[in-house]
């Protein structure tokens, strides 16, 4: 069973920084696309990043600029370091992954494995 641990969040104050971490364990093979999501109180989930194996990246429009999707393949863990974070990033961050061989939609129907989440608190 593919396990995905999402790790990093906590609260900060708006302006702040914090990078998030996921590390998938258990799988066959590599994921083609890996991803971040989030869902703030009241919101439906939408997804922020996403990076495919060739080292493709999309991102939403509201973090452009702002968040950056990366991984380690060394330490088998994908990041997602948020910059100049706003009130409106607050949410709980999930991490996701996928073996089809397409990727950039950051559509959630799209992936098939995923993390119980990090909460991020952007404070004012």
């Known amino acids: 069973q593919v396990q995905l641990v999402e790790s990093g969040g906590g609260p900060v104050q708006a302006g702040g920084s914090l990078t998030l971490s996921c590390v998938p364990s258990?799988?066959?093979?590599?994921?083609?696309?890996m991803g971040w999501f989030r869902q703030g109180p009241g919101k439906e989930r939408e997804g922020v990043a996403s990076?495919?194996?060739?080292?493709?990246?999309t991102y939403a429009d509201s973090v452009k600029g702002r968040f950056t999707i990366s991984k380690d393949s060394a330490k088998n863990t994908l990041y997602l370091q948020m910059t100049s974070l706003k009130p409106e990033d607050t949410g709980m961050y999930y991490c996701a992954a996928d073996w089809a061989e397409t990727c950039g939609s950051n559509d959630s129907r799209d992936f098939e494995k995923w993390g119980q989440g990090t909460q991020v608190t952007v404070s004012s």
């Open positions: 990076l495919a194996s060739t080292g493709s990246t």
């Open positions: 258990r799988y066959p093979n590599s994921p083609y696309c």
